[in-house]
């Protein structure tokens, strides 16, 4: 489907895309703000967040050793 333009049906949840139901927010990926939202503490999950948002975003915000291959 295009990443624009695309509407969704009633009832369907769009991830990842412009104007989705879930995306970024600000400097967040995805994957952080789905944390924030559903309230989600866990330290594993912080860091795998820190680990995406290095790969995805490639601002080097969190500097996770895990994402360093990705900036490639």
């Known amino acids: 489907m295009p990443g624009q333009g695309y509407k969704a049906k009633k009832d369907e949840l769009t991830f990842d895309m412009f104007e989705a139901t879930f995306t970024h927010v600000g400097d967040r990926c995805t994957f952080e703000v789905l944390l924030d939202l559903f309230e989600l503490k866990d330290p594993g999950l912080r860091a795998i967040g820190e680990i995406i948002h290095d ?18």
């Open 55 to 72: 790969v995805d975003v490639k601002d080097g915000k969190f500097e996770r050793p895990e994402a360093a291959d990705s900036a490639r």
